[in-house]
């Protein structure tokens, strides 16, 4: 079993590093996203420089990605490391990840979309509380309830709390467990490896962009014919931007996971949304699908 660190609280003054561990981020994004970052009082750091001789969906050789990580990891100044974008490439660094350096030294890391893997490795390799949040590319687009969503993830002395007003219940009930997951794509492509957490009494989180329902068929029929499926505590599905109709998703997600008992919320916003609420992950909460509510039992940050 995991022992839990939590990264300590963010204050403002404190120092944190902005990287590319993905895709590289336009120069008009990640300028936006750091001004954000600034007015809520951070000291911002940019690492998110990329490689041109890379193919253009990479930000940089997995060596260089990495070590951009690492580097920031082992700076003691470094408070928290915000992913600049995701895109694609952050499964090809996680063996290089100084995953000895970050428990020693926990630093507040967040992102969302393939930055899924990351989170999910640096979670499973050292027990760190990690944030599926926003990347800094879609802070200076996101509603103020992002933004509040963000800062309060980080910087709150009090369990997090969470109501999805806009969200359906797909199947009632309560259920407690550890919040997991993210981008299911990613999700599936962890699956066989040693960087996916043991999902067993999991509320598991799953977001998608761009995936026909087909696909989306695939991918959940990869889970319940591995077992996971009969594992999990419960289900949250947030954003599924350009994926077709809603209500085929429901009508799929209900139709695949019927043999199951475990609660089903669907309509969160979370991932690729406008709004992107942040989410600790690895900390228990108990999710009631009735009611729209994750209630976090713990501080998702050290004092």
Not at 40 to 64: I, T
Request: glycine letters at 10%; charged letters at 20%; hydrophobic letters at 40%.
């Amino acid at each position: 079993m995991l022992t839990l660190i939590k990264p300590p609280s963010l204050r403002p003054g404190d120092r944190v590093g902005v990287l590319s561990p993905a895709s590289p981020c336009p120069a008009h994004e990640l300028e936006a996203g750091c001004a954000i970052l600034k007015k809520l009082g951070l000291d911002v750091v940019s690492h998110a420089a990329d490689e041109s001789s890379q193919p253009d969906y990479l930000a940089g050789s997995d060596e260089f990605r990495a070590s951009h990580f690492n580097e920031l990891v082992q700076d003691p100044e470094i408070k928290g490391l915000f992913c600049a974008r995701g895109g694609y490439g952050s499964l090809r660094i996680l063996p290089n990840i100084a995953y000895e350096q970050l428990r020693a030294t926990p630093k507040s890391l967040v992102g969302f979309s393939d930055i899924t893997a990351l989170l999910l490795a640096c979670h499973v390799k050292t027990g760190l509380v990690c944030y599926h949040g926003p990347t800094v590319s879609t802070l200076a687009t996101s509603d103020q309830e992002t933004i509040e969503s963000f800062w309060t993830a980080l910087t709150s002395s009090a369990p997090v709390e969470l109501l999805f007003a806009e969200a359906v219940c797909l199947r009632a009930g309560k259920c407690e467990g550890s919040v997991l997951g993210g981008n299911l794509t990613t999700l599936i492509h962890l699956m066989g490896t040693s960087f996916l957490p043991s999902l067993s009494g999991a509320i598991l989180l799953l977001e998608d962009r761009g995936e026909r329902l087909y696909r989306i068929d695939r991918m959940l029929t990869q889970l319940i014919h591995s077992g996971l499926a009969e594992e999990i505590s419960g289900l949250i599905l947030g954003d599924f931007s350009e994926n077709g109709p809603r209500d085929e998703l429901n009508d799929l997600v209900q139709e695949r996971f019927a043999p199951n008992s475990f609660p089903i919320l669907s309509g969160a916003p979370v991932g690729h949304g406008r709004r992107n609420l942040t989410l600790p992950l690895g900390l228990p909460a108990t999710l009631d699908a009735e009611a729209g509510t994750l209630t976090y039992h713990q501080t998702a940050t050290a004092p």
